[in-house]
């Protein structure tokens, strides 16, 4: 792999020196330009900060008051000797990949992505670039997502279930993205859906945004579980189990996330389900996205890392791996996807 002009890797985050600015940073930096609100990839300290429209209103909510930018999907913009632009990266609302050029050199920082349309997040772009910055989370080839609409099916039937059983359904999903995701899933026949303070939260500002929400009824200290009957609950994984949700009495967990699709995991969960779904590409979205980019040089951020840079190498690609403090899907924070 050539040494590539446009950007580089340090111990601060993916820097351009022609524009003199940093990618998503782990370490407060002037000048950040941020792929997507959650928090590991938008992080507080930066002295200024460019994003998606789409994106601003959730860091805002999460970083407090922060010197900020905001830019449309396909606009241009000209920093130092670089022309920078924001492309869907299709991850959740707002998220975007950035497109760097150089002297006619391009680069794509992908950020977090998956290809999939939800219906709900900008569609991914395929971006043509000479390199392509891509996560690996599930980057393995037992990591292969079902259609929306069966994984929907499969979760209103656990949902109705629960209701015909006298149980509230408790669904764990992160906050930004995955959370609404859900809601645009579930079948409001079955009974009302509750929501908890941190999903609730986003769930304004994404509405005050245009964008269309099922109603939802916030699940705070008020709430009197006896009076919604049949409900589903969307929390954060880290809110399961926990003295606010034993409240509701008789009940049944569930897990959304793409690390349902291992056994051993699914086990480890004290929840009675798990579902199979991300916002991050499964093994054959994250192998057609790096195919459409044309990108002979690919960096391998974060995931699976050696498996799926081994691969690319062995079907002609120029990969490598490069150390970064991102951290993909988990199964306990409350903010990620």
């Known amino acids: 792999m050539t040494r590539n002009p446009v950007l580089t890797f340090t111990d601060k985050g993916i820097y351009c020196p022609a524009g003199d600015f940093y990618i998503d940073p ?11 609100g959650h928090a590991d990839h938008a992080r507080w300290g930066m002295g200024t900060y460019l994003a998606t ?26 920093i ?6 924001f492309h869907p990266a299709g991850h959740v609302p707002g998220s975007a990949q950035i497109r760097v050029e150089v002297a006619g050199e391009v680069f794509v920082a992908s950020g977090d992505y998956k290809i999939v349309d939800d219906g709900l997040s900008e569609p991914f772009e395929p971006i043509k670039c000479h390199h392509f910055i891509t996560e690996s989370t599930f980057g393995l080839p037992v ?28 669904l764990g999903a992160y906050a930004l993205g995955k959370a609404q995701r859900l809601m645009t899933m579930l079948d409001a026949d ?6 908890h303070t941190a999903v609730e939260n986003t769930n304004t500002i994404l509405r005050n945004q245009g964008v ?27 809110a399961l189990g926990s003295a606010w949700a034993r409240k509701f009495g008789p009940q049944e967990t569930g897990f959304a996330s793409g690390w349902m699709a291992v056994r051993g995991i699914r086990r480890r969960r004290a929840g009675d389900r798990g579902f199979v779904i991300s916002d991050h590409a499964d093994w054959a979205g994250l192998v057609s996205a790096i195919r459409d980019t044309e990108a002979e040089n690919i ?30 899907e988990t199964l306990d924070q409350g903010e990620e996807a």
Not at 307 to 325: C, D, S
Request: net charge neutral; with cysteine; aromatic share 10%.
């Open 190 to 195: 079955i009974g009302p859906l509750l929501t």
């Open 26 to 36: 782990w370490r407060p930096v002037e000048r950040a330009l941020i792929t997507h």
């Open 53 to 78: 429209h789409a994106a601003l209103p959730v860091m805002r909510h999460r970083l407090g008051d922060i010197s900020a930018e905001g830019i449309a999907f396909g606009e241009v913009r000209q």
């Open 80 to 85: 130092g000797d670089a022309r920078v632009s």
């Open 299 to 328: 960096y391998v951020t974060h995931g699976y890392t050696d498996i799926f840079t081994r691969y690319l190498n062995e079907n002609g690609w120029n990969a490598k791996v490069v150390p970064t403090q991102f951290e993909g």
């Open 143 to 170: 990591f292969r997502w079902a259609e929306q609409r069966d994984v929907a099916a499969e979760i209103n039937a656990w949902w109705a279930a629960c209701a015909a059983a006298g149980k509230t359904a408790f």
């Open 212 to 238: 269309a929400l099922p109603d939802t009824v916030l699940a705070n200290g008020e709430l009197n579980p006896k009076d919604h009957p049949r409900a589903i609950v969307i929390a954060p994984p880290s």
